[in-house]
């Protein structure tokens, strides 16, 4: 399996081989995903068909990564299994493929799908530096446009319907319970202003789960998008106590919350657990007590 950030250089590598057999056995084919989704509402089938990395295919957050949201699963909770094989599929992301998403927020909305195939056992990973990396290492190859091709309409592919692995997941009651008596650090991987609780543009109530420590994972990565060298990324996990203790990682709606997932294992760390539900489900049970400041 590759690792969970790979560069552009890297995915170049990777399809020049996938595209000339330059390996001595079989060539896992790669099929580079556009997963671009905005809070603010904008869309990101329309972002895509404005301009995506050649031959990328598009995957919705909401309709193929999420089930529909509610007050009791949260804004995004995990997907039907049939739902997304049967999404992934169409969009023509395999079984068999190498898979590299990228958006143009840092990687933290690609993460969701990475997170979610390498769960799997499928090989995925984010595109460091996502759509800016890749148009500044290729200055003179145009973007292509057009709409997200439909059911049918990309690449064959075929899917197996696979659970999501318990052993990957933390309960709202887990990870309330964790939080409180420290047998696991809860990580807050929205921006601190939200954690603290000074503004709370889409959920319920403003603040956090109490014990939870903040970790913004926009903070993984630098002004240009890219991840932080390793040396950092580690050292402000573990001096958070994730070299020591499980972490379960929670966000506004269990997407961003992948993007601390994938770091903890690109720097060598055990892995974490995600909370799907996150904030969204959080703060939607009133009987819950929340957490405000720092």
Not at 91 to 110: H, K, L
Request: glycine fraction near 10%.
């Amino acid at each position: 399996m590759i690792a969970p950030f790979v560069s552009v250089a890297e995915l170049d590598r990777m399809r020049a081989d996938a595209a000339h057999g330059k390996t001595t056995g079989a060539v896992p084919r790669v099929v580079v995903v556009d997963s671009r989704w905005y809070l603010d509402g904008r869309s990101g089938a329309e972002a895509y068909a404005n301009g995506h990395l050649p031959g990328a295919v598009f995957v919705d957050l909401d309709t193929v990564l999420a089930a529909p949201p509610s007050a009791a699963a949260g804004r995004h909770p995990l997907p039907e299994p049939e739902v997304f094989a049967r999404g992934l599929e169409a969009a023509g992301v395999g079984d068999d493929a190498t898979v590299v998403v990228y958006d143009d927020a840092g990687g933290v909305i690609a993460a969701r799908l990475v997170w979610m195939l390498r769960t799997l056992g499928q090989s995925a990973a984010v595109l460091d530096g996502g759509l800016a990396a890749w148009q500044q290492e290729h200055p003179e190859e145009a973007l292509e446009a057009g709409e997200p091709a439909g059911a049918g309409g990309a690449s064959p592919a075929s899917r197996t319907v696979r659970s999501w692995p318990a052993a990957a997941l933390a309960t709202i009651d887990e990870t309330q319970a964790a939080a409180a008596d420290g047998t696991a650090i809860v990580l807050d991987a929205r921006t601190a202003d939200r954690y603290r609780g000074d503004t709370e543009p889409v959920d319920a109530r403003p603040g956090h789960i109490p014990g939870a420590a903040s970790l913004s994972c926009r903070d993984n990565v630098a002004a240009d998008g890219t991840l932080l060298d390793t040396a950092t990324l580690r050292e402000r996990l573990t001096a958070l106590g994730a070299d020591r203790l499980p972490v379960i990682s929670y966000c506004g709606s269990g997407v961003t919350a992948c993007h601390t997932l994938l770091v903890l294992e690109q720097v060598g760390l055990p892995a974490g657990r995600l909370y799907p539900g996150s904030w969204s489900q959080y703060a939607a049970d009133a009987q819950r007590p929340v957490a405000t400041g720092e």
